[in-house]
Nanobody, 121 residues
Framework: QVQPVESGGGLVQAGGSLRLSCAASGRTFSRYAVGWFRQAPGKEREFVAVISWNGDRTNYADSVKGRFTVSRDNAENTVYLQMNSLKPEDTAVYYC??????????????WGKGTLVTVSS
């Protein structure tokens, strides 16, 4: 089994930046696509970004395109989400998940417990 673990969340001012990390032990993590999802208070979980197993393909939600960048280092079994120009609307619990290269949570099998990102104005 694969157990992703997110880190890097916290409190940041609007316009600031954060880098989230998603890590898992073992070499098998590098064989999965990895997606980022978020859930704001009172809202449903939504897609943020996804990266293929070898990093050749990426996709982003329109709301974060041009501001967020997903990357991965398979040698370290780690996926990153660089978040720039943060807005209060980005406030949410961010989840990392391993599975298929899709924009749907239904394609993801292994989920982390989330890390909270709070953007203040």
């Amino acid at each position: 089994q694969v157990q992703p673990v997110e880190s890097g969340g916290g409190l940041v001012q609007a316009g600031g930046s954060l880098r989230l990390s998603c890590a898992a032990s073992g070499r098998t993590f590098s064989r999965y696509a990895v997606g980022w999802f978020r859930q704001a208070p009172g809202k449903e979980r939504e897609f943020v970004a996804v990266i293929s197993w070898n990093g050749d393909r990426t996709n982003y939600a329109d709301s974060v395109k041009g501001r967020f960048t997903v990357s991965r280092d398979n040698a370290e079994n780690t996926v990153y989400l660089q978040m720039n120009s943060l807005k209060p609307e980005d406030t949410a619990v961010y989840y990392c998940a391993a599975g298929l290269y899709t924009g749907s949570a239904k394609g993801m099998t292994f989920w982390g417990k989330g890390t909270l990102v709070t953007v203040s104005s």
